[in-house]
């Protein structure tokens, strides 16, 4: 089954521990990205890359990392997590021959 | 840059109502224009989108969207809403050729009342 697979689903930390939010795609996509989702705010960009070892800012960088040294993989790292990245995380990926996104579950992180 | 607006943070209908959600877009070239809802505690799911052919553009579950360039909307609508269409609705622009970077508007939460 063709899919984005993000984990965990559920995280709860303090500020400033480090974390990484794991995402997966089985298509063979190019095209991966992170956004996150606040209410009123509607989805916003963090990074995305376009194929392995090429990544570019989003819309809204700011204290996030990204690396794709595989094609599949497409991890979110939070060196230094604060109170205002708490939020709802959505992976995507898509082929560069289609102009279809399809997203993950999402993981939903709190930071206290 | 691009940007998307949703008029409406929450549309309320009746069950086998007209469902619309409005969307307007800015862009300066034609672009690629989408719609997708999202279900509690999942993720994204396209409904329909456009890409430069048909401007009425039909998706899933009944809905369908008309591309008017002159007003700059691209406006999703059902002919009569179904008590599983509760769901939240995102209309996004791409600015690429591709969908590596969506821009998404607010979202408009449907509420369907039986």
């Known amino acids: 089954e063709a899919q984005v697979t993000q984990n965990p689903r559920y995280l709860i930390t303090v500020t400033g521990k480090k974390l990484t939010v794991t995402c997966s795609q089985n298509?063979?996509?190019?095209?991966m990205s992170w956004y996150r989702q606040d209410p009123g705010l509607g989805l916003r960009q963090i990074y995305y890359?376009?194929?392995?070892?090429?990544?570019d800012k989003g819309d809204v960088p700011e204290g996030y990392k990204v690396s794709r040294k595989e094609k599949r993989n497409f991890p979110l790292i939070l060196e230094s997590p604060s109170p205002n990245q708490t939020s709802l995380y959505f992976c995507?990926?898509?082929?560069?021959?289609?102009?279809?996104?399809?997203f993950g579950q999402g993981t939903r992180l709190t930071v206290v | 840059a691009q940007s998307v607006t949703q008029l409406g943070s929450h549309v309320s209908v009746s069950e086998g109502a007209l469902v619309l959600l409005r969307c307007n877009y800015s862009?300066?070239?034609?672009?690629?224009l989408f719609w997708y809802v999202q279900y509690p505690n999942q993720g994204l799911q396209l409904l329909l989108k456009?890409?430069?052919?048909?401007?009425l553009v039909k998706g899933i579950n009944g809905f369908e969207a008309e591309f008017k360039k002159s007003e700059t909307s691209f406006h999703l609508t059902k002919p009569s809403a179904h008590m599983s269409d509760a769901a939240e609705y995102f209309c996004?622009?791409?600015?690429?050729?591709?969908?590596?970077?969506?821009?998404f508007g607010q979202g408009t939460r449907l509420t369907i009342n039986p």
């Open positions: 995507a990926s898509s082929s560069r021959m289609n102009t279809e996104a399809f």
């Open positions: 298509m063979n996509h190019e095209y």
């Open positions: 890359s376009m194929n392995v070892e090429v990544t």
């Open positions: 862009s300066s070239v034609p672009p690629y």
């Open positions: 456009y890409t430069s052919a048909a401007t």
């Open positions: 996004a622009v791409s600015e690429g050729q591709g969908a590596q970077k969506l821009v």
